[in-house]
């Protein structure tokens, strides 16, 4: 059974950086490619960067130069390094593979206002 649990999020000002990880079970980081997305209020989910099992990492246009994803294939937990935080940015944020499984976590809200 595939669990995947996010954590990190919070209240931040613009401008300010957040860390996110996700600490994957029951799923190889390593050989999945893995994905961020994020969710808004009254929008689609959206993903926002990419790591394939090769480790090259892909960025939605939105998020390119700010966000960072990366992994610990040790710990099975794939991280997420935002900074230049934008009230855009703003959303909950999800760990899955790419495409996606039917198996989400809770979220980690992010919330970016002064």
């Known amino acids: 059974q595939v669990q995947l649990v996010e954590s990190g999020g919070g209240l931040v000002q613009p401008g300010g950086s957040l860390r996110l990880s996700c600490a994957a079970s029951?799923?190889?980081?390593?050989?999945?490619?893995m994905g961020w997305y994020r969710q808004a209020p009254g929008k689609q989910r959206e993903v926002v960067a990419r790591?394939?099992?090769?480790?090259?990492?892909n960025y939605a246009d939105s998020v390119k130069g700010r966000f960072t994803i990366s992994r610990d294939n040790a710990k099975n937990t794939v991280y997420l390094q935002m900074s230049g935080l934008k009230p855009e940015d703003t959303a909950v944020y999800y760990c899955?593979?790419?495409?996606?499984?039917?198996?989400w976590g809770q979220g980690t809200q992010v919330t970016v206002s002064s």
């Open positions: 899955n593979s790419v495409p996606p499984i039917n198996s």
């Open positions: 029951g799923i190889k980081i390593s050989i999945n490619p």
């Open positions: 790591i394939s099992s090769g480790g090259n990492t």
